[in-house]
């Protein structure tokens, strides 16, 4: 985790789209829908979505439990998960 | 004298390009040490060598085509001990055309077109040369022929000639072998709970997925059945001493590579995880080892990533094996006469019929599923 800094729900989305974009560079990621499933919208595999989430915690220092996710499969769920849990808002 | 050959890194590779040499000559080399870089159909593999000596001289520079089996480098294995140095200077000349396979450059270039073999020919020229026509000879009696390759492209067509490579492995794989199939789900419960108390005590950067479980569980159980761990070579399967699991990996622009997993079944959870990490992100990248490429004993595919619930696979020649995983799943289950619902995993086995029965596929697929009854003994050494 890096030096706390203040996300909003604007640069977070930023930051969730860019680490999106690195996995699936060829995905156009202006058509997600905030409901679209997006290991299976964005064909990634599990082993990059660990990578996604362990970049996220590099990132917004916000490390999601296996348990949870189930709660983050969309940009939509992602976010909100996201914005209680940064680290400013605890 | 010993010489150093393309490799042939995988059943459909007929030649490939030397890109990089990594040492000069005069170099004193180690097993396993890379030496030189290739171009290939599945991306630019470093190639190693097998046998401790001194690197004498090159027998193509940087940029040359190479059909597979032709002399790269000569190496002297005496020279191996330095302080008992061999004259470092190339071979005479005679010796080297003795050693090397004798062949015109018309029917090495043809060889490579038609993926003949240039080893495995009898040549009928003076002093044993290969000519075209012996060349053509050795094509026609493969028979049925394989649709032929126009060389190796270069990083242009790149996925045309991985997309090649892929058809001629897999129709030589549904020509020659006859498979088997067979089915059966596996409760995942203990092994999913397993993991997420392993993950929990772990940093994000070391979380295990679940394919590190699934790939040791079936290098465990190649333990018991040995019998779909190997090759079938000559009409005869030579079962393999070391169970190295090439483990399957999709590239986004499209294709396939199967890289091993060595010795898996003596490796440890994080070993494992950081060693499949490794493979994928260098897969990926396309630097792989040429011995990574060639050693698989066996295949796994985990096509469940993608929401597929069960793989029926076509088995990557001389393997006589390959083990599918579909999608873990919430599906009903019976047990004792209850009715549940649990984690399910579809998992199915591709066995060669020439190699072995349904029963010995049976065994294996019956002793994966214990296996994952019991995660914690998994990696218990």
Same mark, same amino acid.
């Given at each position: 985790?890096?030096?706390?800094?203040?996300?909003?729900?604007?640069?977070?989305?930023?930051?969730?789209?860019?680490?999106?974009?690195?996995?699936?560079?060829?995905?156009?990621?202006?058509?997600?829908?905030?409901?679209?499933?997006?290991?299976?919208?964005?064909?990634?595999?599990?082993?990059?979505?660990?990578?996604?989430?362990?970049?996220?915690?590099?990132?917004?220092?916000?490390?999601?439990?296996?348990?949870?996710?189930?709660?983050?499969?969309?940009?939509?769920?992602?976010?909100?998960?996201?914005?209680?849990?940064?680290?400013?808002?605890? | 004298?010993?010489?150093?050959?393309?490799?042939?890194?995988?059943?459909?590779?007929?030649?490939?390009?030397?890109?990089?040499?990594?040492?000069?000559?005069?170099?004193?080399?180690?097993?396993?040490?890379?030496?030189?870089?290739?171009?290939?159909?599945?991306?630019?593999?470093?190639?190693?060598?097998?046998?401790?000596?001194?690197?004498?001289?090159?027998?193509?520079?940087?940029?040359?085509?190479?059909?597979?089996?032709?002399?790269?480098?000569?190496?002297?294995?005496?020279?191996?001990?330095?302080?008992?140095?061999?004259?470092?200077?190339?071979?005479?000349?005679?010796?080297?055309?003795?050693?090397?396979?004798?062949?015109?450059?018309?029917?090495?270039?043809?060889?490579?077109?038609? $993926?003949?073999?240039?080893?495995?020919? /009898? &040549?009928?020229?003076?002093?044993? @040369? *290969?000519?075209?026509? !012996?060349?053509?000879? #050795?094509?026609?009696?493969?028979?049925?022929?394989?649709?032929?390759?126009?060389?190796?492209?270069?990083?242009?067509?790149?996925?045309?000639?991985?997309?090649?490579?892929?058809?001629?492995?897999?129709?030589?794989?549904?020509?020659?072998?006859?498979?088997?199939?067979?089915?059966?789900?596996?409760?995942?419960?203990?092994?999913?709970?397993?993991?997420?108390?392993?993950?929990?005590?772990?940093?994000?950067?070391?979380?295990?997925?679940?394919?590190?479980?699934?790939?040791?569980?079936?290098?465990?159980?190649?333990?018991?059945?040995?019998?779909?761990?190997?090759?079938?070579?000559?009409?005869?399967?030579?079962?393999?001493?070391?169970?190295?699991? $090439?483990?399957?990996?999709?590239?986004? /622009? &499209?294709?396939?590579?199967?890289? @091993? *997993?060595?010795?898996? !079944?003596?490796?440890? #959870?994080?070993?494992?995880?950081?060693?499949?990490?490794?493979?994928?992100?260098?897969?990926?990248?396309?630097?792989?080892?040429?011995?990574?490429?060639?050693?698989?004993?066996?295949?796994?595919?985990?096509?469940?990533?993608?929401?597929?619930?069960?793989?029926?696979?076509?088995?990557?020649?001389?393997?006589?094996?390959?083990?599918?995983?579909?999608?873990?799943?919430?599906?009903?289950?019976?047990?004792?006469?209850?009715?549940?619902?649990?984690?399910?995993?579809?998992?199915?086995?591709?066995?060669?019929?020439?190699?072995?029965?349904?029963?010995?596929?049976?065994?294996?697929?019956?002793?994966?599923?214990?296996?994952?009854?019991?995660?914690?003994?998994?990696?218990?050494?």
């Amino acid at each position: 985790m890096n030096a706390v800094k203040n996300f909003g729900p604007k640069e977070l989305r930023q930051i969730v789209l860019s680490q999106l974009h690195g996995l699936a560079p060829e995905a156009d990621l202006s058509t997600l829908r905030p409901h679209d499933d997006l290991r299976e919208t964005l064909e990634i595999d599990s082993f990059d979505f660990l990578n996604f989430l362990i970049a996220l915690d590099q990132e917004v220092g916000v490390e999601i439990p296996e348990k949870d996710y189930g709660k983050v499969g969309t940009l939509a769920g992602l976010m909100d998960y996201l914005l209680v849990r940064l680290p400013e808002a605890t | 004298m010993a010489e150093f050959r393309m490799p042939s890194l995988g059943a459909d590779m007929q030649s490939g390009k030397l890109l990089e040499w990594k040492v000069a000559p005069g170099t004193l080399v180690k097993r396993g040490q890379v030496v030189a870089v290739v171009g290939t159909e599945k991306g630019d593999i470093e190639v190693e060598v097998f046998e401790e000596g001194l690197i004498q001289n090159f027998a193509v520079q940087e940029g040359a085509e190479v059909p597979v089996g032709a002399p790269l480098a000569w190496i002297d294995g005496g020279a191996a001990h330095p302080g008992q140095p061999e004259k470092n200077a190339p071979p005479p000349a005679v010796e080297k055309t003795e050693q090397r396979i004798r062949v015109s450059p018309l029917a090495r270039k043809l060889a490579a077109e038609l $993926g003949v073999d240039l080893t495995q020919i /009898q &040549g009928s020229g003076p002093h044993g @040369a *290969i000519d075209k026509d !012996d060349i053509e000879r #050795a094509a026609r009696q493969t028979a049925p022929p394989l649709p032929a390759a126009e060389g190796t492209p270069g990083k242009a067509d790149f996925q045309a000639g991985m997309r090649r490579a892929i058809a001629l492995a897999m129709t030589r794989a549904n020509r020659d072998i006859p498979h088997y199939y067979l089915e059966c789900r596996i409760d995942m419960t203990r092994a999913l709970s397993w993991l997420e108390a392993e993950n929990l005590k772990r940093p994000i950067q070391n979380r295990l997925l679940p394919a590190v479980l699934l790939i040791k569980a079936v290098a465990k159980a190649l333990v018991k059945v040995p019998q779909l761990n190997g090759y079938w070579t000559e009409d005869a399967l030579q079962i393999a001493e070391g169970i190295h699991i $090439g483990f399957a990996i999709a590239l986004r /622009q &499209g294709g396939l590579v199967t890289p @091993a *997993i060595h010795h898996a !079944d003596l490796q440890g #959870a994080d070993e494992l995880m950081a060693n499949l990490r490794d493979l994928i992100l260098r897969t990926r990248s396309g630097r792989l080892r040429s011995s990574e490429l060639t050693d698989a004993t066996i295949t796994v595919t985990h096509l469940g990533d993608l929401g597929v619930e069960k793989v029926f696979g076509v088995i990557y020649p001389p393997q006589v094996a390959l083990v599918g995983f579909g999608k873990i799943s919430e599906e009903v289950w019976v047990e004792k006469g209850m009715l549940g619902v649990r984690p399910v995993l579809h998992a199915t086995l591709a066995g060669d019929h020439r190699a072995s029965d349904g029963r010995t596929g049976a065994e294996f697929l019956e002793s994966l599923d214990q296996l994952l009854q019991a995660p914690e003994a998994l990696f218990a050494a």
